[in-house]
C-alpha cells in the first residue's frame, strides 16, 4: 500500500489469525522476528490463541508437531522470512509422513523485494514442495472485502486440509510492506467495518464428512475370519488418540480368537487387558526362533496402522508371502513388504468396531491364540531376569520410567533403540498409557522439543525416554522445555552413542574404531551444565534406586526434570542373550499338534 498511512496489513493478519482460532486452533508457537511484526501482534491480541515463544524455529515447529501429537489439535507456526521458515523442513516431513496436523504461516517481502539481491528473501511460495497438503500464497493485504472474506476463508481451508482425511501439514505464505509495526492512521479506516464483521463471524464452518469401511468388503472379511483357525491382528504405529481403539482390538480378538501382537506405539499395549483377549508381549523375541515361525504361522493376517517397528515380524512376512494379509490405515499405502492382499484406507478404531459387530463369539478358545500366550509366558520370565538386579541397563531404565508413569500421563519416546527397549522389556497390560512416537520418517531430531510441546499443550505429565545421540541432536530443545509448567521427566540413557549400530552388520564389518567415529558417535556432553546452563532440574543415576528416586521427584514437580540413566554399553550383548534364551526356551515349550 502507499500513501495515507494505515493499518490494513494488522488487520489482514487479525482477520486470519481469527479464523484460524474459530476453525479449531489454540496453540500458536512464535519464533521471533521482523517481517512477520503484523502477525504476532495479532496473536498477541487474540484472547482465543494460547502463544508459545521458541527461538530456534527447528525447535518451534517439532513443539507444534508434539502439541499436535498430543492433543490431534492443528498447532501453528509462525515465523519470519528467509531462512527462517527453511528449518521447519524436517518437524514438516515428519508430520506429511505421520499424518500430523499443522499450520505453517511463512511471513514474506513484498514482491518487488524478490529477485534483486534483497535481505532475508528467498522464494518461499512452495517452499515445503509435495510434503504439505495445502498451499497458498496469500499476496500483500488487499483491503477489497472480496479479499478480506477469503483471507478468512484461507485459515479455514488450511485447517480442514490439516485434519482432513489425510492429516498433515499445510503452508500460507503473507507478504508485508514496511511499515509492518502499528502507524498512526484514522481510527476508522474505509475497510474498517469489513473487518469487523468478518472477524465477529469467524471463518467459514467446514464440516467434514466421516469415513466409513465399505460394507461389503466388511461382511466378505469377516466371513473369512470366522472360518480362520490361525489368524493374527497386528497393531503397528498409531496416533495417541481417545478413540477406543484399545477396546475395539480387544472386542474382535475376543469374537475372532485373533492374538494380538502389538507395539508399545500402536495404543494397544498398555492398558487393562480385554477379557478373553489374548495380547502377546515378546512377539518380536519368539519370531526370530525358526521352530516358533513355524508353529506359529498364521493363515490370515489383519495389520492396523503403520508399518510395524518389529524386524522380527518384517523378517516373518518374507515366509509368508501366501498368506493372506490385509492393511488397515487411515490413508497411504503402508505395506514396504508389497505383499498385502489389500489396503483398507479408513481410521482403524471405526473398521475393527465394523469387523467385530459382524462376528458371533467362538464356542471355545482358540487353540493357536492359546499357544501363542503359553509361548508369551514362557519368555516374561526371562525378560523379567534381564531387568532384575542392581545393575542399571537399558531395560530396567525403561522399566522404571513406564511404571513410574501415572495415570493420565502421556509417553514419548525416541527412535532407534529406545522405541525397541518398550516392545522388548516392557509387557503388555497395565495402565492405560499413550505412547507419543516419531515413528513417520523415524528420525532422532527434535525429540526434547517434542515432548516439551506435547507436555504445554495438553496439560498432562510427559516422561520421554531418548538415547543420548538423540538427545545430543535436540539439546537446545531445553530451551522450549524449561517453559513448561506441568511434570516433564527427559531420561536420557547415556550409553556412549548411537548404540544400535552395535546390533547392525556394520559392527562385525569395520574396526572398532571406524565404528565409534562415524556410527555409534558418542557426544561426550557434560549434561549436568547442559541442565544449569537452560535452567532445569538435574540427576544422575547409576543404579535403579538412584533412577527411582529421581522420577518421584521429577514427577512431583512442575517443570522439566533431565536424569540421565547411566546404563553403560553392553545393550547388545545383553538383547543377544536375551533373544536367545527365549528361542531356546519357546523351542523347547513347543508341544505336540493341537
Same mark, same amino acid.
Given at each position: 500500500?502507499?500513501?495515507?498511512?494505515?493499518?490494513?496489513?494488522?488487520?489482514?493478519?487479525?482477520?486470519?489469525?481469527?479464523?484460524?482460532?474459530?476453525?479449531?486452533?489454540?496453540?500458536?508457537?512464535?519464533?521471533?522476528?521482523?517481517?512477520?511484526?503484523?502477525?504476532?501482534?495479532?496473536?498477541?491480541?487474540?484472547?482465543?490463541?494460547?502463544?508459545?515463544?521458541?527461538?530456534?524455529?527447528?525447535?518451534?515447529?517439532?513443539?507444534?508437531?508434539?502439541?499436535?501429537?498430543?492433543?490431534?489439535?492443528?498447532?501453528?507456526?509462525?515465523?519470519?522470512?528467509?531462512?527462517?521458515?527453511?528449518?521447519?523442513?524436517?518437524?514438516?516431513?515428519?508430520?506429511?509422513?505421520?499424518?500430523?496436523?499443522?499450520?505453517?504461516?511463512?511471513?514474506?517481502?513484498?514482491?518487488?523485494?524478490?529477485?534483486?539481491?534483497?535481505?532475508?528473501?528467498?522464494?518461499?511460495?512452495?517452499?515445503?514442495?509435495?510434503?504439505?497438503?495445502?498451499?497458498?500464497?496469500?499476496?500483500?493485504?488487499?483491503?477489497?472485502?472480496?479479499?478480506?472474506?477469503?483471507?478468512?476463508?484461507?485459515?479455514?481451508?488450511?485447517?480442514?486440509?490439516?485434519?482432513?482425511?489425510?492429516?498433515?501439514?499445510?503452508?500460507?505464505?503473507?507478504?508485508?510492506?514496511?511499515?509492518?509495526?502499528?502507524?498512526?492512521?484514522?481510527?476508522?479506516?474505509?475497510?474498517?467495518?469489513?473487518?469487523?464483521?468478518?472477524?465477529?463471524?469467524?471463518?467459514?464452518?467446514?464440516?467434514?464428512?466421516?469415513?466409513?469401511?465399505?460394507?461389503?468388503?466388511?461382511?466378505?472379511?469377516?466371513?473369512?475370519?470366522?472360518?480362520?483357525?490361525?489368524?493374527?491382528?497386528?497393531?503397528?504405529?498409531?496416533?495417541?488418540?481417545?478413540?477406543?481403539?484399545?477396546?475395539?482390538?480387544?472386542?474382535?480378538?475376543?469374537?475372532?480368537?485373533?492374538?494380538?501382537?502389538?507395539?508399545?506405539?500402536?495404543?494397544?499395549?498398555?492398558?487393562?487387558?480385554?477379557?478373553?483377549?489374548?495380547?502377546?508381549?515378546?512377539?518380536?523375541?519368539?519370531?526370530?526362533?525358526?521352530?516358533?515361525?513355524?508353529?506359529?504361522?498364521?493363515?490370515?493376517?489383519?495389520?492396523?496402522?503403520?508399518?510395524?517397528?518389529?524386524?522380527?515380524?518384517?523378517?516373518?512376512?518374507?515366509?509368508?508371502?501366501?498368506?493372506?494379509?490385509?492393511?488397515?490405515?487411515?490413508?497411504?499405502?503402508?505395506?514396504?513388504?508389497?505383499?498385502?492382499?489389500?489396503?483398507?484406507?479408513?481410521?482403524?478404531?471405526?473398521?475393527?468396531?465394523?469387523?467385530?459387530?459382524?462376528?458371533?463369539?467362538?464356542?471355545?478358545?482358540?487353540?493357536?491364540?492359546?499357544?501363542?500366550?503359553?509361548?508369551?509366558?514362557?519368555?516374561?520370565?526371562?525378560?523379567?531376569?534381564?531387568?532384575?538386579?542392581?545393575?542399571?541397563?537399558?531395560?530396567?531404565?525403561?522399566?522404571?520410567?513406564?511404571?513410574?508413569?501415572?495415570?493420565?500421563?502421556?509417553?514419548?519416546?525416541?527412535?532407534?533403540?529406545?522405541?525397541?527397549?518398550?516392545?522388548?522389556?516392557?509387557?503388555?497390560?497395565?495402565?492405560?498409557?499413550?505412547?507419543?512416537?516419531?515413528?513417520?520418517?523415524?528420525?532422532?531430531?527434535?525429540?526434547?522439543?517434542?515432548?516439551?510441546?506435547?507436555?504445554?499443550?495438553?496439560?498432562?505429565?510427559?516422561?520421554?525416554?531418548?538415547?543420548?545421540?538423540?538427545?545430543?541432536?535436540?539439546?537446545?530443545?531445553?530451551?522450549?522445555?524449561?517453559?513448561?509448567?506441568?511434570?516433564?521427566?527427559?531420561?536420557?540413557?547415556?550409553?556412549?552413542?548411537?548404540?544400535?549400530?552395535?546390533?547392525?552388520?556394520?559392527?562385525?564389518?569395520?574396526?572398532?574404531?571406524?565404528?565409534?567415529?562415524?556410527?555409534?558417535?558418542?557426544?561426550?556432553?557434560?549434561?549436568?551444565?547442559?541442565?544449569?546452563?537452560?535452567? %532445569?532440574?538435574? #540427576?544422575? =543415576?547409576? /543404579?535403579?534406586?538412584? &533412577?527411582? $528416586? +529421581?522420577? @518421584? *521427584?521429577?514427577?512431583?514437580? !512442575?517443570?522439566?526434570?533431565?536424569?540421565?540413566?547411566? %546404563?553403560?554399553? #553392553?545393550? =547388545?550383548? /545383553?538383547?543377544?542373550? &536375551?533373544? $536367545? +534364551?527365549? @528361542? *531356546?526356551?519357546?523351542?523347547? !515349550?513347543?508341544?505336540?499338534?493341537?
Amino acid at each position: 500500500m502507499s500513501g495515507a498511512p494505515t493499518n490494513l496489513h494488522l488487520a489482514w493478519a487479525r482477520v486470519l489469525l481469527r479464523g484460524l482460532a474459530t476453525s479449531g486452533v489454540v496453540d500458536v508457537v512464535v519464533s521471533p522476528g521482523s517481517r512477520s511484526t503484523p502477525l504476532v501482534i495479532a496473536i498477541a491480541d487474540d484472547p482465543g490463541i494460547r502463544a508459545h515463544v521458541v527461538l530456534d524455529e527447528r525447535s518451534a515447529a517439532f513443539f507444534a508437531l508434539g502439541q499436535a501429537r498430543a492433543t490431534g489439535r492443528p498447532s501453528v507456526l509462525v515465523c519470519t522470512s528467509g531462512t527462517a521458515a527453511a528449518h521447519y523442513l524436517p518437524a514438516v516431513v515428519e508430520a506429511d509422513a505421520a499424518g500430523i496436523p499443522i499450520v505453517v504461516i511463512t511471513a514474506d517481502r513484498p514482491w518487488e523485494a524478490h529477485d534483486c539481491g534483497a535481505s532475508q528473501t528467498i522464494d518461499q511460495s512452495r517452499l515445503f514442495g509435495g510434503f504439505v497438503r495445502y498451499a497458498a500464497d496469500v499476496g500483500q493485504p488487499d483491503p477489497t472485502p472480496e479479499a478480506l472474506r477469503a483471507i478468512a476463508r484461507v485459515a479455514a481451508q488450511a485447517v480442514a486440509a490439516a485434519t482432513g482425511a489425510r492429516p498433515g501439514p499445510v503452508h500460507v505464505n503473507v507478504r508485508f510492506r514496511k511499515p509492518l509495526e502499528p502507524v498512526d492512521a484514522p481510527d476508522s479506516e474505509p475497510w474498517s467495518a469489513d473487518v469487523e464483521a468478518i472477524v465477529a463471524r469467524g471463518s467459514p464452518r467446514v464440516v467434514a464428512g466421516r469415513i466409513e469401511p465399505d460394507p461389503g468388503f466388511v461382511a466378505e472379511l469377516a466371513a473369512r475370519v470366522a472360518a480362520t483357525s490361525r489368524g493374527l491382528l497386528v497393531c503397528g504405529p498409531s496416533p495417541a488418540r481417545e478413540d477406543g481403539l484399545r477396546a475395539a482390538v480387544g472386542e474382535l480378538s475376543r469374537k475372532a480368537a485373533f492374538p494380538v501382537l502389538a507395539e508399545a506405539t500402536s495404543q494397544v499395549r498398555f492398558g487393562p487387558a480385554s477379557p478373553g483377549a489374548v495380547v502377546c508381549s515378546s512377539f518380536d523375541a519368539l519370531l526370530r526362533a525358526p521352530a516358533v515361525r513355524a508353529r506359529l504361522a498364521p493363515d490370515l493376517v489383519i495389520e492396523l496402522g503403520a508399518p510395524a517397528t518389529s524386524s522380527a515380524w518384517a523378517g516373518a512376512l518374507a515366509e509368508l508371502r501366501d498368506v493372506p494379509r490385509w492393511v488397515v490405515a487411515p490413508s497411504g499405502f503402508p505395506d514396504p513388504d508389497g505383499s498385502a492382499r489389500g489396503v483398507v484406507q479408513v481410521d482403524p478404531a471405526i473398521f475393527v468396531r465394523a469387523l467385530a459387530s459382524r462376528l458371533a463369539d467362538r464356542v471355545r478358545p482358540s487353540p493357536y491364540a492359546m499357544e501363542w500366550a503359553r509361548l508369551d509366558a514362557v519368555a516374561s520370565p526371562l525378560v523379567d531376569r534381564t531387568t532384575e538386579g542392581d545393575a542399571l541397563g537399558e531395560g530396567r531404565a525403561t522399566r522404571c520410567l513406564v511404571e513410574s508413569m501415572p495415570e493420565g500421563a502421556l509417553l514419548a519416546v525416541g527412535n532407534s533403540l529406545a522405541v525397541r527397549h518398550l516392545d522388548t522389556y516392557c509387557r503388555a497390560g497395565g495402565r492405560a498409557l499413550p505412547v507419543l512416537s516419531q515413528r513417520g520418517a523415524s528420525g532422532i531430531d527434535g525429540l526434547v522439543s517434542g515432548a516439551a510441546g506435547a507436555a504445554a499443550a495438553s496439560g498432562r505429565p510427559v516422561g520421554l525416554l531418548v538415547g543420548d545421540l538423540s538427545f545430543a541432536h535436540d539439546a537446545s530443545g531445553l530451551a522450549a522445555a524449561r517453559a513448561v509448567d506441568v511434570p516433564l521427566v527427559i531420561v536420557v540413557l547415556q550409553n556412549g552413542g548411537g548404540r544400535i549400530f552395535d546390533q547392525l552388520p556394520i559392527a562385525r564389518r569395520v574396526p572398532a574404531g571406524t565404528l565409534s567415529r562415524f556410527f555409534t558417535t558418542p557426544a561426550d556432553l557434560d549434561l549436568a551444565a547442559l541442565a544449569r546452563a537452560y535452567g %532445569v532440574a538435574f #540427576a544422575r =543415576a547409576r /543404579r535403579p534406586a538412584d &533412577l527411582a $528416586a +529421581a522420577l @518421584a *521427584a521429577g514427577g512431583g514437580r !512442575a517443570g522439566t526434570t533431565l536424569i540421565e540413566a547411566v %546404563v553403560g554399553d #553392553a545393550e =547388545a550383548a /545383553r538383547v543377544e542373550a &536375551l533373544r $536367545a +534364551a527365549i @528361542a *531356546a526356551a519357546a523351542t523347547e !515349550a513347543i508341544g505336540g499338534e493341537w
